[in-house]
């Protein structure tokens, strides 16, 4: 792993957490409340895992691999949601989170 992976990797996180509260607050403002729930629960979750493996990656954590493992799934979990959705801000984390994802991957690996 390179110092460039890891920073783009952090970036990525940060970017994708960023991206996840932004869609769940929108999310909250929708006017059928109950067709977004998972996208509000999924995106709070993958905000959350995003954080963590970041700060795991900011300390050079021995657990890079571990968190880096779930907030991959996380992330994929969440673009899953998301995309089934038209909103703009739906569609914009979506993109954040298998961006995310696919550079949590490399630290996995």
């Known amino acids: 792993m390179t110092d460039s992976t890891l920073a783009a990797c952090i970036k990525a996180c ?21 067709m977004m729930r998972d996208c509000v629960r999924l995106d709070r979750d993958c905000a959350d895992a995003c954080r963590l493996a970041a700060t795991f990656m900011q300390r050079n954590s021995d657990r890079i691999a571990e968190v880096c493992a779930l907030c991959l799934a996380t992330c994929r979990a969440c673009a899953a949601e998301c995309g089934k ?5 739906c569609q914009a984390c979506a993109r954040a989170c298998e961006a995310c994802a696919d550079a949590c991957a490399a ?3």
Not at 17 to 23: H, I, N, V
């Open 14 to 34: 940060l970017d994708c957490a960023a991206a996840c509260e932004t869609c769940a607050s929108a999310c909250l403002g929708e006017a059928n409340l109950d």
């Open 85 to 89: 959705h038209k909103a703009d801000h």
């Open 107 to 109: 630290m996995a690996a």
